[in-house]
Every structure is written in C-alpha cells, then in structure tokens.
C-alpha cells in the first residue's frame, strides 16, 4: 500500500522538528556548560587575583572575557582584565621572542639571534625592576617559554658552528670571516665572562690566523702577507679585539724568510725583504728579532764590501755596495771603492763606461783632464772616448766620432798647445802623402772639442798658441806653415819665413844662420856695402847696394880681414839675399 503524499509530508516535518530540537537541545546544553565554565573561570580569576596570582589570573580572566555565551559579572571581569593588561602583554611579547628565537636558530641567523638576545636581555631588566605584577609575571611566562634555555641552546650551536668552521679551515686551507666575527659577536655571558670569552678567542683564532698567514706567505708576496695582518687587525678592531696573537705569527714569517735569504746568501733578496719588512711600521717593533738579524746581516756584509776593496777584488765589492745600497745608501762607498778600482786599473773606466765596446790605443792617467783618474780610447767603430772620474767621484764619458777610413797609429795625452795647464789627446794617423795625419782634442763642458786635424810630415809647438807644420797638404805644401789658435780651433795662418828676424847686434850669434836685420850702410864700394856697429865692421855682399837705411836678409858666413884706407880690420862678411832700401 503506498503512502499518501500528505502523509510523507507529515513525516518529514516530524523529522525536521526532532533535528531543530536536537539543535536547540544541543545549544542549551553548550550554553548551559559554558555558563558553568565562565561562572566558574570567574570565580577562579577572582581567587587567583585574590591570591596575586597574576599570569594565571590574566589566564582565567581571559577565558572569561572571551566566553561570551552568557553575560556574568562582565563589567567586573573587563575591570579585572584590564588591570592585568601588562601581563597578558608580557606573555604576547616573550612568546614571539620565542618564536623569533626558533626561527633565527633554524636557519642559522646569527645576528637576529643576537638581536633576540639582547631584546630579551633588555625587557627582562627593565621588567626586574619593577616589583609585583610586572616582575613575576615575566619570569612565570619567560620559564612557562623556556626562553633562556632556548637562547642558550642557540647560541651554543651558534657557537659549534663557528668553531666547526675554524676547525674544518685549518684542515682544509680554506679561510673565512664569518667564524672568527661570529665567535665575537657571541656575547660574554655566553663564554661565562669577558675573561673566559678572550681567553676562547685567542684559542681558536690563534692557529685560524696563523695557518691563513701561512697560506698566504706561500701563495703571495710580503706586502701582501703585512696587508692581511693589517686587514685582519682592522676587522677585530670594532669588537673590542688588539689581536695581539698576529704580530708574533707575522714576526715568525719574515724571519723564517730572512733566515732563509741569509744561509743561501741571496743578499739582494734579503735586504729587498728587509727594507719591505721595516716599511710595515706595524710589524717591524722594537725588540724584533728580524729587525736585529737585519741590522747584523748589514753591518756584517758592509765589513766584507770594505775588506773586498781592500783585496783588490773591485767588482766584487761593487757588486756587493750596489746590492746594500737597495737597503741603505752606500753611495759614499761606491764612489770609494770606483775610485779605488780605477786608480789600480784605469781600462775600467771605459768598461764600465762601455760595456760592450772593445778599447784600442788605450792611455791612463790620473790628475788630469779635470779628474782624479781618467781613460781614453778607441773603440772599434773609430769613436774617441775619454771617461773621467771627476773629484766629486761621479764619472763622465766624453766621446767624438772619427772617420770611418783614419787608421789611428797612436793616442797619447799632452799638455794642451791652445793653453797652458790644459790636456789635450793627440792622435797620429796614416796618411797617403804625408807621414801622417794629426788630429788633436781638448775638452769642454760639453764634450771633445777638435784642436786641430791635418796631414804633414811633422808639426812642433812655435810658441803657445803657434804650431809649425811642415809640409802640409794645404797652402804650406813644401814650407813651414804656421797655424793660430783662434776661436776654440788652429788654423793656417800664414807660411813661416826661412829666416830668423834679429837685431843686428846679435848678428854674431848666428852664423850660416839665415837672418833678416836692419842696418845703416855708411859706404859703398862696387858690390860691397860697409856697414859699422859697435866699433864692428860688417861688409855686405852679392848685391849692389846704396848708402843709407836698408833692410837686409842674409847670411853670416865668415869673417875676414879688410883694409880701409890705411888700416886694416877684421870684418864680418854677410852673403846678401834679399834687400829693402
């Protein structure tokens, strides 16, 4: 039999009624529990505040604040609420540090843990200066939240972890920051006080510091060994850290060096990483033992220039002034020992002048040309060099280019014929028509300065100033030239008579000599002129002369015996040449 539709109405609104009074059953009953529970929150709120229990109090006066099913005693229980504000602050407050701490310890966040630590360190003093509520409210909810332990705990595998860094670094040569800023960064109290905490820094940094020192001192040079000290020391420098256990590490480093510089005598090594070492202001301190084995090594090696000197082994000891001069000035010295070298072998002058020339016609000297030792000679490409070393102990080169085609025969060095007390370096030369060919050089502030140069079959010195050449291949060819010093250079001047120019009294000293003279012819007979001087008889003859004034080019040839009227006298005869009347 089926039902009617009115009938399942019926029924589905008797099912919907039961539910709806289920519900409202259901409603009542929570309201009827949580009327109970907020009665009896209250009342408990109400004890505990009685009994200053102030963070359960806020806890109870907060359920009852937030259960809102009935309305009881609620304009007392919001009083109640509001007084115990700060607590249920607190409690929001540590309870996000401890979230903030978890957060910053799970993903190794050093600094915002720090940042919690020093929060907390703040409100928990600021908190234990208050008395009652504030006070006990803090330290209830701070141990209800564990939040020392978990700071400690944090800080602890912070702490690990730095120190596992540094371990693993050492072991490995790989270097970092972090660990060492990290250690401290981590604060005292952690480490149990300051001096516990330095005491921890300095035993882990130390071999950190030094195997990166080492690292360094074999990848790099020096200067960038003392940058990194200097960087190091920079870094620890803003948390409070003199890193003190750098400098002995720097110290051992540059003398290990310097030792080992020392035993294979790489002198010029060794003052080079001295000098570098002094420099390093910050390392190079008073009672280092590198700065002693520098001072030693040097006062020892400048003794041993001094007794190569002394030896006679020249090069040697400029060699060994040139290399401590790149340490200390040792100029003085050198110019000593080039002084001493040049004066027992002059020829190193022009070596060291010209290395790599090859010297012929070499002459030496000492105290002239305006140095205390000189050397000149003549390279293979005909170049004239004179080196000097001058009475400051500094060496000049002076040097004049020859043609390619001169054959030098000799090189010596004369007294100047331009000027007295002056030198000069005189050369002799081939010469297709002449017996050679002479070329002169003075000097000047500027160089060689060309004396002279011709081809003759000799030349001699007239009078200063005056050269006689004979038989040069220009306007004297066949006679005696004679060439003046004019303007820095001899020149021809003009051809030198065949006679000598006298007065006639000392006609006597020049017999067979040609002689040019003037005279009064007093009288004439035929070719004979009679000339008296001095109560001396002197005829003239060859050539028909007149009384009076003449100019007479002769020679003396003999003398002979004479009348003159009555008498007879001995009489000069005088062959005539040349006469001006």
């Excluded at 141990?143 to 332990?149: F, K, L, M």
């Excluded at 090859?358 to 005909?382: C, E, H, K, P």
């Excluded at 002689?515 to 007093?522: A, L, Y």
């Excluded at 009384?547 to 015996?561: D, K, L």
């Amino acid at each position: 039999m089926q039902l009617t539709l009115s009938y399942r109405n019926a029924l589905r609104l008797r099912a919907a009624a039961f539910v709806l009074m289920l519900v409202l059953l259901g409603v009542a009953a929570c309201k009827l529990y949580n009327g109970y529970m907020k009665v009896k929150d209250y009342e408990r709120a109400l004890l505990l505040y009685a009994e200053q229990d102030w963070v359960q109090a806020e806890l109870y006066a907060a359920k009852v604040v937030q259960n809102r099913w009935i309305s009881y005693k609620d304009t007392d229980i919001t009083q109640k609420a509001d007084e115990l504000k700060p607590v249920t602050a607190i409690r929001h407050e540590l309870s996000q540090l401890a979230g903030r701490i978890q957060s910053a310890d799970r993903n190794g966040e050093l600094q915002a843990l720090l940042g919690v630590y020093a929060e907390y360190g703040e409100r928990k003093k600021a908190a234990l200066a208050e008395v009652g509520l504030i006070a006990e409210s803090f330290a209830e909810f701070a141990a209800a939240d564990d939040i020392e332990d978990r700071l400690a705990n944090a800080l602890a595998r912070a702490a690990e972890k730095a120190e596992n860094e540094i371990r693993t670094g050492i072991a490995g040569k790989t270097f970092s920051d972090e660990p060492a800023i990290a250690l401290m960064l981590l604060p005292a109290d952690f480490y149990g006080g300051e001096r516990q905490k330095n005491e921890k820094i300095r035993t882990l940094l130390t071999p950190y510091d030094a195997a990166r020192l080492d690292t360094w001192n074999a990848q790099k040079g020096l200067a960038d060994l003392f940058n990194e000290g200097g960087r190091l020391k920079k870094l620890y420098e803003p948390y409070g850290r003199k890193a003190d256990w750098l400098l002995p590490k720097i110290e051992q480093v540059v003398f290990g060096r310097l030792s080992a510089q020392q035993a294979a005598k790489d002198w010029a090594t060794f003052f080079q990483t001295a000098k570098q070492f002094e420099a390093a202001k910050d390392w190079a301190v008073s009672g280092s033992k590198s700065l002693k084995l520098i001072q030693d090594s040097y006062k020892s090696q400048l003794a041993a220039a001094d007794q190569l000197v002394s030896a006679g082994k020249f090069a040697e000891a400029v060699a060994l002034y040139e290399t401590l001069g790149t340490y200390r000035d040792t100029s003085a010295k050198l110019k000593d020992a080039e002084l001493a070298w040049a004066t027992a072998d002059p020829k190193h002058l022009l070596q060291k002048a010209l290395p790599d020339a090859a010297f012929s016609s070499v002459v030496t000297g000492q105290s002239q040309f305006g140095a205390l030792v000189y050397a000149a000679g003549i390279t293979a490409d005909n170049k004239l060099v004179l080196v000097r070393m001058k009475g400051d102990k500094t060496v000049d080169t002076l040097e004049a280019s020859l043609d390619k085609n001169t054959k030098i025969k000799e090189l010596r060095a004369a007294e100047s014929p331009a000027q007295q007390g002056a030198q000069a370096l005189l050369l002799q030369a081939a010469s297709a028509d002449r017996a050679s060919r002479y070329i002169a050089y003075d000097y000047t502030s500027s160089g060689l300065r060309k004396l002279f140069d011709f081809e003759a079959d000799g030349y001699q010195e007239e009078r200063p100033g005056v050269l006689a050449v004979d038989n040069d291949t220009g306007k004297g060819a066949g006679r005696i030239s004679l060439y003046e010093y004019r303007s820095g250079q001899f020149a021809f001047s003009r051809i030198k008579p065949d006679f000598t120019e006298i007065n006639l009294a000392e006609l006597g000293s020049y017999k067979n000599v040609k002689v040019r003279f003037r005279c009064t012819i007093s009288a004439v007979d035929n070719d004979k002129a009679f000339v008296v001087q001095g109560g001396q008889t002197i005829v003239l003859t060859g050539m028909k002369l007149k009384p009076g004034q003449a100019t007479i080019t002769g020679i003396w040839t003999g003398s002979e015996n004479i009348k003159r009227g009555e008498w007879t006298v001995s009489a000069m005869i005088v062959a005539v040449s040349e006469a001006q009347q």
